[in-house]
């Protein structure tokens, strides 16, 4: 009679077929103990198949341990060494260095000159004209300037073109005025223009 | 065609999406005897109920579009199976980003029957939990081959014919599929 079986002997024997594994099959039938642990094993699978089987048919079992699996896996980052930020980080650099070298290998290259626009005005020298000119900008509130007509539609100024943005009337169309449109609405007398 | 008022079933809500008429009363039957099985089989592979429901909806679309082309396979049974499989995989493949916008939808109690033999009601909630999980962490491999060889009971050769897979890369996936979801429900006593 051979030796008793293992734990990975018995699962080995339990997922092969049938013609397989003669003698740890002989010695299953002979030895009540390995056959008694062979028998708790395929419980357990049946037990295991059974319970998945259940669990996939009832979709608020599903959710549950789904929900359940989700609240873990976040339990789990909360947990993460820091070595894993470590190599996130590290990841994240190196995808964008290779962004970089992507995009000057497909010829893209930095303007020569990059003005960056400034807020501040040219003439340094007239501190008062400047705080006057930022005043005026910070006290600006677009929708003073929203002119509203009859029927209760807004139209807001912005430059040339005039957009209303919003129509309290019955249509609610999108209403635009072009530059040298100066009829109906958008006659200088409707108040619409800025 | 006009849409009834009632609540619409996944049945009319294939034939007025996909076939624009009514389906043919043998189909309605093999639709009858697989569904649960498909809608089950895919929750599994996919460890998800909506993108499992949404692909077992694919797989019956499949079977539609196969009517109609006029090609009968000899068993419906086995080629839903098969369709079942292929679905889960396109899906996987293609609706890996999915799991980051995944939503909490409303909690619908499913039309499957649920039944548990006493085996599993010695199954606790937690251990219940713990397997699903333990089960849902396998690769998609282990996951395909146990659902496959342990719930739907296909022989070995079946299973690595459907998945493309050698008997014996079947066997090590079912061996490793087995060992770690019985160390979980060990683990769990």
């Known amino acids: 009679m051979n030796a008793c079986l293992n734990e990975k002997e018995l699962t080995r024997l339990f997922v092969s077929d049938a013609v397989e594994m003669p003698a740890a099959r002989a010695h299953i039938a002979e030895c009540a103990a390995c056959a008694a642990r062979y028998e708790e094993l395929a419980r357990e699978a049946r037990m295991i198949a059974g319970t998945i089987a259940s669990t996939a048919a009832s979709r608020a079992m599903l959710r549950e341990y789904s929900t359940a699996k989700r609240a873990d896996a976040g339990r789990r980052i909360e947990r993460a060494p820091a070595g894993a930020a470590g190599w996130f980080a590290g990841a994240t650099a190196f995808g964008a260095a290779a962004a970089i070298a992507a995009m000057l290998a497909l010829g893209w290259r930095p303007a020569k000159s990059m003005r960056v626009a400034s807020a501040r005005p040219a003439a340094k020298t007239a501190p008062v004209a400047y705080a006057r000119d930022q005043a005026e900008r910070m006290t600006f509130d677009p929708i003073s300037a929203i002119a509203y007509d009859e029927g209760g539609s807004a139209a807001i100024g912005s430059g040339d073109a005039i957009f209303t943005s919003y129509s309290g009337g019955d249509d609610g169309n999108l209403l635009f005025c072009a530059p040298d449109d100066e009829s109906g609405m958008c006659a200088p007398a409707a108040g619409n223009r800025g | ?189």
Request: net charge neutral.
């Open chain 2, 1 to 189: 065609m006009e849409r009834t008022a009632t609540q619409p079933s996944i049945e009319s809500e294939i034939e007025f999406a996909q076939a624009g008429g009514g389906a043919p009363p043998e189909l309605d039957e093999i639709y009858r005897q697989h569904h649960q099985r498909i809608v089950r089989l895919c929750r599994m592979m996919l460890s998800d109920a909506d993108e499992g429901d949404e692909a077992a909806q694919e797989v019956f679309v499949r079977m539609l579009a196969q009517r109609r082309g006029g090609v009968e396979p000899a068993q419906w049974g086995a080629w839903l199976t098969r369709v079942a499989i292929n679905a889960c995989h396109d899906r996987r493949r293609s609706g890996w980003w999915k799991w980051w916008r995944r939503d909490g939808r409303e909690l619908v109690d499913s039309d499957l029957t649920t039944h548990r033999d006493a085996e599993e009601e010695a199954i606790t909630h937690e251990q219940g939990a713990a397997i699903w999980r333990g089960f849902s962490a396998l690769s998609p491999r282990q996951r395909e081959v146990f659902v496959l060889r342990q719930i739907e009971g296909w022989p070995t050769r079946e299973v690595g014919a459907a998945l493309n897979l050698t008997e014996q890369a079947v066997k090590l996936h079912l061996f490793r599929a087995v060992r770690r979801l019985r160390e979980i429900l060990r683990s769990e006593r």
